[in-house]
């Protein structure tokens, strides 16, 4: 039996707490404790984490403040306390806290590259989990992740020797041996990397394990198709996105039969949607019996965007954050989706909507050859190998 | 010899670590188990670096749209979130970890109302220790904070009423949870002086300032040039430009300090006259001999250079700040400056006869040395809690 530690620190999206919540399930299962330190405990209902310690992860709060739009890997940490050694140093301090509490034997980290430094300084072993976002290339420069705006590589190599700067500080406090390059500080004793190279978010990468895309569709209410004749579309999107009125408009005009999950949508918005032909879950729905028998899938382009691909379903993706742009760039390099650009309200939706419904056997056909690539891939397969893998790295240890 | 958790969770700046630090420092001296929870993870190193147990302090997310014009505590803690009652209970599970790794007997909470109320679930004895704001007075319903529309008692009351049942649902219904228990502990320590007490004067004991004169940058005045003005303010503030104009017209010669700014800024706003420091400043070597001290209205600064007989100018960019402005103003020792015009109040500042005499009056009211030990005295009041 080992003590696992679970750590999200960076990113907002909740998927890094339920794929975390997912693993550690399947870890307990096997007879491993299990801990949390998140970023966010704002939805802890949501994980089912059972009785297990969970920390406040430490993060800055002074996240993104004066600093501009992020281009590369040390952009992200220059703005997440990297930029001063004292700030990291105090971040690297609440993780080496809260490692020591959990007594880890092996921390998972998933965004989480203070929690890897703190754990490189106890000498703790460690993984990391996460799509390609999450996980950047182990190169010197980390290439830069913006497709819309250029650095020169002279600012690029400015920017991590600043961070890495900052990095070799707090190692040399702790008298841990100084890093090289600010790549080393992702240094894992395994990487599961979960995605496939259709979707990495950098697009390529030296030769590299993928694990599969990650997701968890198994959990939630069971909704069922409604009957009759419209095209099946399943919605999973924000309420807080300025396209959702259009969005409701079009399911409505186009006859479509729904099946939606829309936190935070207002009572006025759900009883524009609803009706015998269109579902709207009031909580989430489980997705796997859905996606086998959806037309097209509404989604931001999260974790739940592999599962559509894995599903053979054609997308149109709504990025409410850079990362999530990529992922639909992705999907529409495969000829399986249309990403739209953030945030248009307007025609561009009601257009590239029209176009996904007339020609959605095209998005198909290249989603199930995406499909048909990875048939043998199985999520449940994937976090078998994964809890296997752990257990021989903890096992190698005591040995 | 007790443990001790001291509890950070709102509030912004230095201020909250230069206060806490001493106390837990005086705590340890006295034998007894310290760790720390700070809101703002990058200030751990302070602690650690001690050799005291640094942990991030469970937070509950900041509602995305708020009242810009809160009328009381609670309404306060609804605007930061405390109305979530998801969000509030993750925060409680964090603390109540939190408080399983560090089994103290006291928690003591810097305006920390989430630990506040994870101590009283598990039976933790509680204290409190700040400048008086995160301290309403304990009436039914909790006081009005500013005189403004919508703080008439009964909705003051509802505010309370929609606090309490937010807390007592994060708690689950077997705990029921009394308003006050937000706010106070078994002992409460006011670190401040009664004409900066935001809800002050009020019949409870001062302590005096805890932490306001110590680190920062050393600097001296390079001239004899008068007046000597000292400024502490936000580069991010949108006054920060018109007060460096304002000085540059009005004072021999100013120092500021802007925390927060980066070097090559604060070298392009400074002159010979006029010099931006991208720090804090070590206060009590400029202060001596100063002028007249422009600042936000932070408790530290304030009582720093009423300590020394300064008179302020006060430009207020959140609501304590403006509590403190506001008194200060009303009492004769500090001058409002408002959205423009921070030139004429200093003007009017400098050559108000009446405000100078009353600030160096507060001065020998609270005479230099009186308060050094408040850390001292401030560790005896919280041992009593330890078993």
Known sequence: ????????????????????????????????????????????????????????????????????????????????????????????????????????????????????????????????????????????????????????????????????????????????????????????????????????????????????????????????????????????????????????????????????????????????????????????MRLAPLLGECDLFLDHGGDVAGAGLMHGVPQLLFPAQYEQFLTAVRIEQLGAGVGLARPDPGGEVRAAFGRMLADRARHRAAAQAYRQRYASFSSAEQERRIVARIEQLVQEKTA | MGRFLVAWEYGEGLGHVRRILPIGRALRERGHGVAFAFRDATRLGAASAEGFAAWA?????????????????????????????????????????????????????????????AAAQRGVRRATVGSGFALPLATSPLPAIRHAAGDDEPSRRILDARLVEAASRACGAANPVDVHSLFRGEVNLLATLPELDPFGPRDEAYLGPIGVETGGLEAAWASTARPRVLAYLKPRDARFAGVLDALRGVAGEALVAAPGMSPDAARAASD??????????????????????????????SLAALLAGTPLVLLPMQLEQEMVAVRLARQGLAVLGGMDGTREAMQSALGDAGLRERARQFARDHAPGRYRDAAGEAAARLEALAP
């Open chain 2, 57 to 117: 302090a469970p937070k509950v997310p900041r509602r995305t749209s708020f009242n810009p014009t809160p009328v009381s505590a609670s309404d306060v803690l609804l605007n930061l979130g405390f109305d979530d009652v998801a969000a509030m209970r993750g925060a409680l599970r964090g603390w109540s970890t939190l408080l399983a790794c560090v089994a103290p007997d006291v928690v003591v909470c810097d305006y920390a109302p989430g630990a506040l109320l």
């Open chain 2, 272 to 301: 010979a006259r006029v010099r931006v420091f991208p720090s804090a400043l070590a206060l009590p070597p400029l202060l001596d001999g100063v002028d007249l001290a422009v600042g936000h209205g932070g408790p530290g600064f």
């Open chain 1, 1 to 284: 039996m080992a003590r696992i530690a679970f750590a999200w620190e960076l990113g907002g999206e909740l998927g890094h707490g339920m794929a975390c919540a997912a693993l550690a399930r399947a870890l307990r299962a096997r007879g491993h404790e299990c801990a949390f330190a998140f970023r966010d405990l704002n939805k802890l209902d949501a994980l089912d984490l059972g009785d297990a310690p969970v920390y406040q992860g430490p993060v800055s709060p002074h996240e993104g403040q004066g600093v501009g739009v992020p281009v590369c890997w040390a952009d992200l940490l220059l703005g997440c306390g990297y930029g001063a050694a004292d700030a990291l140093q105090g971040l690297v301090a609440g993780w080496i806290e809260v490692l020591r509490a959990c007594r880890a034997d092996l921390l998972v980290a998933d965004y989480a590259p203070t929690a890897l430094l703190a754990a490189r300084i106890l000498g703790v072993m460690r993984v990391d989990y996460g799509n390609g976002f999450a996980i950047p290339p182990r190169l010197a420069p980390v290439p830069p992740f913006r497709m819309d705006a250029r650095i020169e590589p002279a600012q690029l190599a400015q920017r991590e020797a600043h961070a890495l700067a900052s990095v070799n500080a707090v190692l040399s406090r702790w008298k841990v041996p100084a890093l090289r390059a600010l790549h080393e500080q992702l240094e894992v004793n395994e990487s599961f990397l979960c995605t496939f190279p259709e979707l990495d978010h950098y697009g390529g990468r030296p030769r590299t394990a993928y694990w599969g895309p990650r997701y968890s569709i198994d959990k939630g209410d069971d909704i069922a198709w409604p009957y009759g004749e419209g095209p099946r579309v399943l919605v999973y999107l924000r309420a807080s996105d300025p396209r959702i009125d259009t969005v409701i408009d079009l399911l409505v005009q186009h006859r479509c039969r729904v099946a939606a999950y829309i936190p935070g949508l207002d009572a006025e918005r759900r009883a524009r949607l609803q009706s015998a032909q269109r579902r709207v879950s009031e909580r989430p």
